[in-house]
């Protein structure tokens, strides 16, 4: 316990504390810095084709050229990053279009809550669950940071392989009706994200001689053809055949207390996954929402409410991705090691402000900036908070212009936001084609989440699979070496066959079990 | 797109602080290049209408980096007017430089981003149909150097140690970093293994997305050996996290504790500059002007402190010299990298 006390200790008094931070970060230019970093950050996540990741990368030399001092710019970025967050998940929820990776298992539950009047909700809970978890990731960042420093070591190639695994086990929870059908989508995407040069041999793959397919299928674009493109082409048959089914009507703007409490435990289990998920450099991010969901549903859908508009399906994926967010600082603080694409231009900046983490403890070293990040960090949720009061009020207009205006225009948008990153044509084709595969799918109940959830992994899949190899000279049980990869290894398991095992502790029914299930596929 | 996105965002940025920047845009440079006049170059020097910097990358990069650093310095130093900087990503480059090559062969107010991933590309034909020679090479200010580091409690202590092992069993070391076979990272074991006479085809590599995974799986103890930059090195060894054999240099650097490959005998260096390219029909009153604003920048203490805070150490290669230099690196990777199938046809 004394790695605690001195943690306290640093946190509470040392001679640049947390309180100092909050000091330096709390003066009236940073707050409208930060009210004006949400806002524009959320504008920017709401545009299809721009994440988190760019709109930082371009914005920083933008702050260096304004003369912005270190704590500002830090609290201006820190704002910018929390609202392309949260401006994905708007979309997630309301259009059903996924901004980034971190954010697709949210259209799943979200998008149905917004079909049925019900995306104030929706969004507020997304908000409130990146507010709690991001604050607890935070805390646990402050406390807890240097031992579990220890753990982003222990997870090598054959373990992350092993995660990877694992957020494949959870699949069954996105597959919808047909595990089989699931398992499907699974695989189409492993196969999408083979296209590309190889990151071993640098070979070329699946390319068909497109240079811009060396660096593989970009997610944003396969998203949005999956998602948004087939919404449109499915919504204009429905028009055509007269099946139109409009909106519900948003009744109310804000969450219920008692929604509020329903979700409580969705937004601390996905926190906690999020968290410790996000430890993982590299795998982090991407997985922690497809984790946290597919977790939430396998212990907590009782009444088979998931991906019918279960509150929870929202809440959890959120907060975890917020989480895993705080939990990749980690290991960037602790080893200099960035974790997700974010974290390694936040490594840049931290090193042009004179800090290089990894170098001893940067909480001794450079305590000024490190406790002004985090106190920028709480700041930057809370002010994302409060500014969802009014936002989410506002967002929930835009459903009420009527779907044969919306549709269009929302599709009209995402093929000038997918051709202005690139200002490739090719990706506008790649875009209609996925629309077309998405439209088909869902005229045969394949479901689009595992094609992406495939799509995100695919890579390390195969990536952390060879390196474990190439590492031990062609060993298959290097994957079961170790605690760690057996204690995977029966996670996955239990996942995988979690009704199955809680009946044989109940003792029966399994029969009963068996004949559903196989009904089922 | 790109452009209006970026004004949009700095539209954005102005409001932020509404009085901060006093000059408009009312002092744009507007050179009569309608004019016939354009022969008589020398009453009427280059002046770009308007500078891009094309950086081959998403954003986020060391290309990045360069055009972005490079471009405002370009401002700030009063050579040009704002530089935009464009990320034109996909292949390696390959993307970029087919474009330019084939749609923006002549224009003056254009430079590339550059290092020695470049050159290695242009070197294994990555960059289909095109040649190093069909480009001008401007400069490079500033670079970083290979490293070649072990944890510490490794058992090799010296570099003479770790060449001693895998002299007598070339596959008993396993290597890694950032970059595939024939990429960056790994061009610093193909140039080692080479000057100890060892097949490199044997020694096992291992690739990572990107330096830090790779440091990762050193503390972890999946690989033996990574030969990484000194610039991401730094702090780790700083901490003791890692120990460096070697710098691929022929300088010792402040503050970073560890000899060169030159003081212990070796030939092999691994310098990654940062520089810029210019297209290969570029007037040479135009290339004169970049050589000579690119050599302002190096020169400028602002560029001393972003240089000295992304880790990098003084170069200073311009003109012919950046060329001649540049085209030589490309064939000897050219030569490198023929014996083990990494040269496109």
């Not at chain 2, 401002?75 to 430089?97: D, H, K, L, R, Y």
């Not at chain 2, 690739?207 to 780790?236: C, H, K, M, P, R």
């Not at chain 2, 810029?276 to 302002?296: H, I, N, Q, R, T």
């Not at chain 2, 012919?320 to 230099?325: E, L, R």
Request: charged residues 15%; hydrophobic residues 50%; glycine residues 12%.
């Amino acid at each position: 316990m004394g790695w605690l006390l001195t943690s306290l200790n640093f946190v509470f008094a040392a001679d640049f504390n947390l309180w100092d931070g909050f000091v330096a970060a709390l003066t009236f230019e940073n707050l409208i810095l930060a009210v004006i970093g949400c806002l524009l950050g959320t504008l920017i996540g709401v545009l299809p084709g721009i994440g988190p990741i760019t709109g930082v990368a371009i914005l920083f030399p933008i702050t260096l050229g304004l003369g912005l001092g270190d704590a500002s710019t830090l609290i201006l970025l820190a704002s910018v990053y929390y609202g392309t967050q949260y401006g994905g998940s708007t979309t997630s929820i309301l259009l059903n279009v996924p901004g980034e990776a971190s954010s697709v298992v949210t259209t799943l539950d979200g998008y149905q809550m917004a079909k049925q009047g019900r995306a104030g909700p929706a969004l507020a809970i997304s908000a409130i669950g990146s507010f709690i978890a991001g604050i607890g990731a935070v805390i646990g960042l402050m406390l807890f940071g240097p031992p579990l420093a220890e753990i982003t070591v222990q997870f090598q190639s054959p373990e992350k392989f092993m995660v990877v695994i694992l957020a494949f086990a959870t699949v069954s929870s996105l597959a919808g009706k047909s595990l089989i059908k699931g398992l499907l989508a699974v695989v189409f995407g492993v196969m999408l994200a083979t296209v590309g040069a190889d990151l071993q041999t640098g070979v070329v793959r699946y390319t068909f001689g497109e240079l811009k397919l060396q660096e593989g299928l970009d997610f944003v674009i396969i998203a949005i053809g999956l998602f948004a493109v087939s919404e449109v082409l499915s919504l204009l048959e429905d028009k055509v055949l007269g099946e139109e089914t409009a909106f519900v009507k948003a009744e109310r703007i804000w969450v219920t207390f008692k929604e509020f409490m329903f979700s409580l435990g969705a937004i601390i289990r996905g926190g906690l996954v999020g968290f410790f998920i996000g430890l993982l450099p590299g795998t982090g991010a991407s997985v922690a929402g497809f984790m946290s969901y597919g977790l939430e549903r396998r212990f907590s859908d009782r009444d088979g409410t998931f991906g019918k508009g279960d509150i929870r399906g929202v809440a959890a994926p959120e907060s975890a991705n917020n989480a895993a967010a705080g939990g990749s600082l980690i290991p960037l603080f602790t080893l200099g090691i960035p974790g997700s694409g974010t974290t390694a231009v936040l490594l840049g900046i931290l090193i042009s402000m004179g800090i290089r983490p990894g170098s001893g403890n940067v909480f001794e070293d450079s305590p000024e900036l490190i406790w002004t990040l985090i106190a920028s960090m709480f700041i930057g949720n809370a002010i994302l908070l409060l500014l969802n009061f009014p936002l989410v009020n506002v967002f929930v207009q835009i459903l009420r212009i009527p779907t044969w205006f919306l549709m269009p225009v929302i599709l009209v948008i995402s093929y000038i936001g997918v051709y202005s990153v690139n200002n490739s044509s090719l990706d506008i084709t790649i875009m209609t084609i996925f629309g077309v595969i998405g439209y088909f799918a869902r005229k045969m109940d394949v479901p689009l989440a595992p094609i992406l959830l495939g799509l995100i992994l695919g890579d390390d899949l195969e990536q952390n699979f060879r390196r474990s190899l190439l590492a031990d000279d062609g060993n298959y049980l290097t994957f079961l070496n170790g605690p760690l990869n057996i204690g995977l290894a029966i996670a996955v398991v239990v996942v995988l066959f979690l009704p199955q095992i809680l009946d044989l502790i109940r003792g029966g029914r399994i029969k009963e079990e068996f004949a559903d299930s196989s009904a089922e596929v | 797109m790109h452009r209006l996105r970026r004004v949009f965002i700095l539209v954005l940025g102005l409001a932020l602080v509404a009085a901060a920047c006093g000059n408009g845009d009312s002092d744009a440079e507007t050179d009569t290049t309608a004019a016939p006049t354009t022969t008589a170059a020398s009453s009427e020097p280059f002046a770009p209408e308007s500078p891009e910097c094309v950086a081959p990358s998403d954003p986020g990069g060391g290309w990045d980096f360069t055009c972005r650093t490079i471009g405002f310095l370009f401002e700030n130093q009063g050579s040009t007017g704002n530089v935009i900087t464009t990320n034109q990503p996909g292949g390696g480059g390959a993307v970029a430089f087919a474009d330019i090559a084939a749609n923006r062969s002549d224009d003056n107010d254009l430079t590339i981003a550059a290092s020695p991933a470049t050159a290695i590309r242009f070197a294994q034909n990555q960059y289909t149909g095109l040649e190093a020679d069909q480009f001008r090479w401007i400069g490079a200010i500033g670079a970083d150097f290979g490293v070649i580091s072990v944890r510490p409690d490794s058992p090799f202590t010296t570099l003479d140690e770790l060449v001693a092992a895998v002299k007598a069993d070339p596959g008993s070391v396993v290597f890694g970093g950032g970059s595939p076979q024939g990429g960056q990272d790994h061009f610093k074991v193909l140039l080692l293994m080479t000057e100890i006479g060892v097949d490199p085809a044997l020694v096992p590599w291992v690739a990572y997305d990107g330096g830090g995974e790779a440091q990762n799986a050193l503390f972890g103890g999946e690989i033996e050996v990574f030969t990484g930059d000194v610039s991401e090195t730094f702090g780790s060894l700083e901490a003791g996290d890692l120990r460096v054999l070697a710098v691929l240099g022929d300088q010792r650097i402040d503050g970073y504790d560890a000899p060169t490959s030159i003081e212990l005998g070796y030939t092999t260096i691994f310098p990654i500059w940062r520089g810029l390219l210019a297209p290969g029909d570029m007037s040479d009153e135009a290339y004169d002007f970049w050589v000579d604003a690119l050599g302002k920048v190096e020169a400028s203490p602002e560029w001393a402190v972003a240089r000295a805070d992304n880790g990098l150490l003084p170069l200073r290669l311009m003109g012919d010299d950046f060329t001649a230099y540049a085209l030589d690196a490309v064939d000897s990777f050219r030569t490198l990298s023929l014996p083990y199938g990494l040269v496109a046809p």
